[in-house]
């Protein structure tokens, strides 16, 4: 069965670093989504993306964020300058093509981005 | 701002048992509700849903039903086996101008007790 896949699986990093997370969501998926679990809260939206641009993001997802999609396989986010609490898990998504926004989004298995 | 709202962050039921979950949210724009599973070290996965216009929903053990004028809705897992044991995520999703994130809850750690 096709699934989501995510690297790296953990992620250590000092403070003000770059980072890239890697997406490889399912091949003939259209949209795109990246979400994080800061430890012990709720899982929170941070952006979709859909036809090479985002379609929307949240109030998270600030100028140190950014996404791209630099092929046709890969889905990357990138954290410009981390911060303490840029550390959680990040968790990618991807929906297949359709008309209805009730289409399942097929969560990947995380990476977990820790900012000393 | 906790518009999906999971108030037990726990629940331990007897294997062979009844499991109820429960879920609370605000909005009233919400029209599709999910539950989602997950296991350490995985991401969600999707488990079941149901469209506002229906109040109940079955898919082999599990049942989600939806009480529009509370606004609850409860996953039922009948009979609860030890595999069932995992963190379960409410989610909703509002059909605003094509708006498709999904906004979680907390989620309620099962444990399937043998």
């Known amino acids: 069965e096709p699934e989501v896949t995510q690297t790296p699986s953990h992620q250590v990093t000092q403070m003000g670093q770059e980072v890239i997370l890697r997406c490889v969501p399912i091949?003939?998926?259209?949209?795109f989504y990246w979400y994080r679990q800061i430890l012990g809260q709720k899982v929170e939206f941070l952006v979709s993306?859909?036809?090479?641009?985002?379609?929307?993001k949240s109030e998270i997802f600030d100028d140190q964020f950014s996404v791209e999609r630099p092929d046709g396989s890969n889905f990357t986010l990138k954290i410009r300058s981390t911060k303490l609490e840029d550390s959680a898990m990040y968790f990618c998504?991807?929906?297949?093509?359709?008309?209805?926004?009730?289409?399942?989004?097929?969560f990947g298995p995380g990476t977990r981005l820790t900012v000393l | 701002d906790q518009q999906v709202k999971q108030n037990s962050p726990s629940l331990s039921v007897q294997e062979g048992r009844i499991s109820i979950l429960n879920c609370d949210y605000t909005?009233?724009?919400?029209?599709?509700f999910l539950w989602y599973k997950k296991y350490p070290a995985e991401g969600p996965t999707f488990l079941i849903s149901?469209?506002?216009?229906?109040d109940k929903n079955e898919d082999g053990r599990f049942t989600v039903f939806l009480n529009k004028s509370a606004k609850h809705l409860s996953l039922h897992i009948v009979p609860s086996q030890p595999g069932d044991s995992a963190v379960y995520f409410c989610?909703?999703?509002?059909?605003?101008?094509?708006?498709?994130?999904?906004?979680f809850g907390k989620g309620t750690r099962l444990h399937i007790l043998p």
């Open positions: 998504a991807s929906k297949p093509p359709g008309t209805s926004h009730t289409d399942t989004q097929y």
């Open positions: 091949s003939n998926h259209l949209y």
């Open positions: 993306f859909y036809n090479n641009e985002i379609s929307e």
């Open positions: 909005n009233s724009m919400f029209d599709y």
């Open positions: 149901i469209s506002s216009i229906k």
């Open positions: 989610a909703a999703r509002a059909d605003m101008n094509r708006d498709d994130k999904i906004i």
